[in-house]
């Protein structure tokens, strides 16, 4: 199942991507930040319905000059608490700025979503490519596409959907930036089931792919993903 994730990937197409039942328990779309339409925005959603992020190479975000959102709140004197989280061995998240592309409007509409995604998969790839980059000349702030810093050496750190989609990424030889978005159920207001996210993808001609599956292809995987602490 994995080399159709990654097919549908270079291709420009969604897949699903689950993480782990010991771990946040959720699948998420994912996509490649530079294949993104207005019309995989709205599908997003209206039928995943959780937040649309795009995921960021770590080296990439070095370059381009990204950082994590506890980093900026902590240079600006906020007093932000550590506060642990259940379902990451790292305690930390994956966030990073906020951001709407200088030509969109509000930058809320699936054409400016769309927009700025693809922006910010170009600044990706011409950094990596060793170029030069003026990303926050083009970037208004706070906007409406999160974004997310994945770790140094992937999943040998953290196993989110972060770094399970970044390493998709890399397997598939396409340019690191990813768009995830969660799917939710409508019924019980938790993160949709996984039996119900396969169903969805085979319905929707879409490949399912778990993160264990993932993992076992990535050389130095950390062992053991973190289970949620006890209450």
């Not at 990439?60 to 709140?73: D, K, N, Q, T, Y």
């Not at 998969?121 to 999160?146: I, K, M, N, S, Y």
Request: proline share 3%.
């Amino acid at each position: 199942m994995i080399e159709d994730a990654l097919a549908a990937l270079r291709d420009g197409r969604f897949i699903l991507l689950y993480d782990f039942d010991n771990r946040e328990g959720e699948t998420d779309f994912a996509i490649r930040a530079d294949a993104v339409t207005p019309a995989h925005i709205r599908q997003m959603r209206k039928d995943g319905g959780g937040l649309i992020c795009c995921a960021v190479a770590h080296e990439a975000a070095e370059r381009i000059g990204l950082p994590f959102a506890h980093s900026v709140l902590e240079t600006a004197g906020v007093g932000v608490r550590d506060h642990v989280i259940p379902y990451d061995r790292l305690n930390r998240s994956s966030f990073s700025l906020w951001v709407n592309h200088a030509s969109t409007f509000t930058g809320i509409t699936d054409n400016d979503r769309a927009t700025t995604i693809n922006e910010i998969a170009d600044h990706v790839r011409r950094a990596l490519a060793g170029e030069r980059t003026q990303f926050f000349d083009e970037f208004r702030l706070p906007g409406h596409v999160a974004l997310l810093r994945g770790s140094d050496g992937l999943l040998a750190r953290r196993c989110g959907q972060t770094e399970l989609s970044l390493a998709l990424a890399g397997m598939g030889g396409i340019t690191p930036a990813i768009v995830v978005c969660e799917m939710l159920d409508d019924e019980t207001g938790q993160a949709l089931r996984k039996e119900d996210a396969r169903a969805y993808g085979e319905a929707h001609g879409i490949p399912f792919l778990e993160g264990r599956e993932v993992a076992a292809r990535w050389p130095g995987t950390v062992t053991g993903v973190a289970a949620p602490a006890a209450r």
